[in-house]
């Protein structure tokens, strides 16, 4: 059974920065589609971002240029580096893990049917 441990959230500034983490087990951020996701509350869960098997990275527009995507294989761990966050990105953030196909993580867009496998969630907070 995968699972994903999301750690690092916290209270931070207007244009300060963050890292969150999830650490998964199995090997699984190698070989599947692995994305964080944001829920403000009253509001659907949404995508920030993901990365394929192969390493590629995309950005829904609201954060592109201000957050990173990036992954550590051989610690089989998932980040999300923010930097000039907004009042506006205060959310719980989850991590995702999933298809291993990669017809459903690369054709432009992800949704969150796509993802079998959750984080319990951290809670961002911005203050503006």
């Known amino acids: 059974q995968v699972q994903l441990e999301e750690s690092g959230g916290g209270s931070v500034q207007a244009v300060g920065s963050l890292r969150v983490s999830c650490a998964a087990s199995r090997n699984t951020i190698g070989r599947h589609c692995m994305a964080w996701f944001r829920r403000v509350p009253g509001k659907e869960r949404e995508v920030v971002a993901w990365?394929?098997?192969?390493?590629?990275?995309y950005y829904v527009a609201s954060v592109k240029g201000r957050f990173t995507i990036s992954r550590d294989l051989a610690n089989d761990t998932l980040y999300l580096q923010m930097n000039t966050l907004k009042a506006e990105d205060t959310a719980i953030y989850y991590c995702?893990?999933?298809?291993?196909?990669?017809?459903?993580?690369?054709?432009?867009?992800?949704?969150?049917?796509?993802?079998?496998?959750w984080g319990q969630g951290t809670q961002i907070t911005v203050s503006s």
């Open positions: 990365l394929d098997r192969h390493g590629d990275t």
């Open positions: 995702a893990a999933g298809s291993r196909f990669d017809r459903y993580c690369r054709r432009g867009f992800v949704l969150e049917g796509d993802f079998g496998v």
